[in-house]
């Protein structure tokens, strides 16, 4: 074959790869412009009610006014919320099956050895509609008025302080292993059934503290049956801005909140994921959505897919750190 002919059948090939390919990219764009072209579900792994569904139902209310569609939100609890989340990892990647679910996403890596899904492999988020701080409350009786103070106490009564959690492994029992890991401070848990029962234990004096979320625990501070020494996030809350952060308070780094976010299946197209990004954070920061978040002690927050990812990422390994340490398993 001469040089001229080889060099006509390259361009030939060349040329039909190339109408094959414009085509694939065509459709791949049109899809994603098009999208929602049907109705879009959301599962929620927890029961209706929580803290989860709100801030979900909250959004979707008004997604479904931003495009054109309607949101529809289905709850799914069951197996700590693993159920619901292994149906969202398996699902079509296409942006009509999304998972609204809480900062335990993150930890039950570090509490299951096999897992169905990879939070970080399986998934592409999307962003978070609000976070939900914890404060750092104490009894009156107990003799402390600052975090400085409350390590100090610990330090000098190893074992003898004993803190409320919401149940084993959840979000506050989480932030108050975090404090003793980051403080070398020894306290002991005692798990109730529920936030508002461990809040009843603090009040009754069962218990000496608790890392509470902010919505159950400012009432009490307010009416001055609690003592809030400082808030777990990094920024000082909203909600409660004269507390200070327990990394201003004395632990440098300490942070943590509970928060809930939007994900949808890995290999989702990108134009889908900031298509669902733009319209969910400006719905989080419009008025109305925005009080009626604040009004559950839910901060807006509407990070980008790529700040929402590597949260995820961060708080695997921050939790798989810290359950390893406190010697934490699943009840």
Same mark, same amino acid.
């Given at each position: 074959?001469?040089? $001229?002919?080889?060099?006509?059948?390259?361009?030939?090939?060349?040329?039909?790869?190339?109408?094959?390919?414009?085509?694939?990219?065509?459709?791949?764009?049109?899809?994603?412009?098009?999208?929602?072209?049907?109705?879009?579900?959301?599962?929620?792994?927890?029961?209706?009610?929580?803290?989860?569904?709100?801030?979900?139902?909250?959004?979707?209310?008004?997604?479904?006014? $931003?495009?054109?569609?309607?949101?529809?939100?289905?709850?799914?609890?069951?197996?700590?919320?693993?159920?619901?989340?292994?149906?969202?990892?398996?699902?079509?990647?296409?942006?009509?099956?999304?998972? $609204?679910?809480?900062?335990?996403?993150?930890?039950?890596?570090?509490?299951?050895?096999?897992?169905?899904?990879?939070?970080?492999?399986?998934?592409?988020?999307?962003?978070?509609?609000?976070?939900?701080?914890?404060?750092?409350?104490?009894?009156?009786?107990?003799?402390?008025?600052?975090?400085?103070?409350?390590? @100090?106490?610990?330090?000098?009564?190893?074992?003898?302080?004993?803190?409320?959690?919401?149940?084993? $492994?959840?979000?506050?029992?989480?932030?108050?292993?975090?404090?003793?890991?980051?403080?070398?401070?020894?306290?002991?848990?005692?798990?109730?059934?529920?936030? @508002?029962?461990?809040?009843?234990?603090?009040?009754?004096?069962?218990?000496?503290?608790?890392?509470?979320?902010?919505?159950?625990?400012?009432?009490?501070?307010?009416?001055?049956?609690?003592?809030?020494?400082?808030?777990?996030?990094?920024?000082?809350?909203?909600?409660?801005?004269?507390?200070?952060?327990?990394?201003?308070?004395?632990?440098?780094?300490?942070?943590?909140?509970?928060?809930?976010?939007?994900?949808?299946?890995?290999?989702?197209?990108?134009?889908?994921?900031?298509?669902?990004?733009?319209?969910?954070?400006?719905?989080?920061?419009?008025?109305?959505?925005? @009080?009626?978040?604040?009004?559950?002690?839910?901060?807006?927050?509407?990070?980008?897919?790529?700040?929402?990812?590597?949260?995820?990422?961060?708080?695997?390994?921050?939790?798989?750190?810290?359950?390893?340490?406190?010697?934490?398993?699943?009840?």
């Amino acid at each position: 074959m001469t040089r $001229a002919l080889q060099l006509s059948a390259v361009v030939s090939r060349a040329s039909a790869v190339a109408f094959t390919v414009i085509p694939l990219i065509s459709a791949a764009a049109t899809a994603s412009d098009a999208f929602p072209a049907r109705p879009i579900r959301i599962i929620v792994p927890q029961s209706a009610g929580g803290s989860t569904d709100l801030a979900a139902r909250i959004v979707t209310q008004r997604l479904s006014d $931003a495009l054109g569609q309607a949101v529809v939100i289905d709850n799914r609890p069951g197996a700590g919320s693993l159920n619901g989340t292994e149906t969202v990892a398996k699902a079509a990647p296409d942006g009509y099956t999304l998972l $609204a679910v809480a900062a335990s996403f993150t930890i039950n890596p570090s509490l299951h050895e096999k897992l169905p899904f990879d939070p970080v492999r399986d998934f592409a988020p999307i962003t978070r509609f609000a976070a939900l701080p914890h404060i750092l409350v104490v009894h009156p009786t107990l003799p402390v008025k600052s975090v400085k103070e409350l390590i @100090a106490l610990a330090k000098s009564k190893p074992g003898e302080l004993n803190y409320a959690s919401s149940g084993i $492994a959840t979000s506050t029992h989480l932030a108050a292993e975090l404090f003793k890991h980051m403080t070398g401070t020894d306290m002991v848990q005692v798990p109730f059934k529920g936030g @508002a029962p461990g809040v009843v234990g603090l009040l009754s004096g069962q218990v000496q503290l608790y890392f509470a979320t902010i919505s159950t625990a400012l009432p009490h501070v307010k009416s001055g049956k609690l003592r809030a020494l400082a808030v777990t996030t990094a920024k000082r809350s909203i909600v409660a801005p004269e507390f200070p952060t327990i990394a201003e308070a004395g632990v440098p780094g300490y942070e943590h909140a509970s928060w809930v976010g939007l994900l949808a299946p890995a290999r989702t197209p990108s134009a889908v994921l900031m298509r669902l990004y733009k319209e969910s954070a400006a719905i989080v920061y419009a008025p109305e959505p925005k @009080a009626l978040l604040l009004h559950d002690g839910l901060e807006p927050v509407g990070d980008t897919p790529q700040e929402f990812a590597s949260v995820v990422k961060n708080e695997v390994t921050k939790w798989m750190r810290v359950v390893k340490a406190a010697g934490i398993k699943p009840q």
